[in-house]
């Protein structure tokens, strides 16, 4: 059964770090394409970022370039968000997903295709 698990989500202030955790179980294969996307309220859901297999991420929103880092734990299929320099316009549900056509290269923005995803988490950043 095919499962996306995240992790580590919470209410930090503003200027804080938080690490977001995801790992995906249940493949037939290793060679997945996992992203993070997050829904703030009221606006639709975003990609954040997409990591291929062997960990090269490329990032889809300009705001987090220089705050949020992605990484994967080897050639697994866990996948960190750390999330620095918290800002309130960060606040939302982060989710993860999996595009198992981006094992090799993550796609330009817009053309990753979600075919699973996980719960979300709630980050919430507020004084």
């Known amino acids: 059964q095919v499962q996306l698990v995240e992790s580590g989500g919470g209410l930090v202030q503003p200027g804080g770090s938080l690490r977001l955790t995801c790992t995906a179980s249940g493949f037939r294969t290793d060679n997945l394409g996992m992203a993070w996307f997050r829904q703030a309220p009221g606006k639709e859901r975003e990609a954040i970022a997409c990591?291929?297999?062997?960990?090269?991420?490329?990032t889809y929103v300009d705001s987090v370039e220089d705050r949020f880092t992605f990484s994967r734990a080897g050639a697994s299929n866990t996948v960190y968000l750390q999330m620095n320099s918290l800002k309130p316009e960060d606040t939302a549900v982060y989710y993860c997903?999996?595009?198992?056509?981006?094992?090799?290269?993550?796609?330009?923005?817009?053309?990753?295709?979600?075919?699973?995803w996980g719960q979300g988490t709630q980050v919430t950043v507020s004084p």
């Open positions: 990591i291929n297999r062997f960990g090269t991420p490329r």
């Open positions: 997903a999996v595009d198992e056509g981006a094992g090799w290269r993550c796609p330009a923005s817009g053309e990753f295709v979600p075919h699973y």
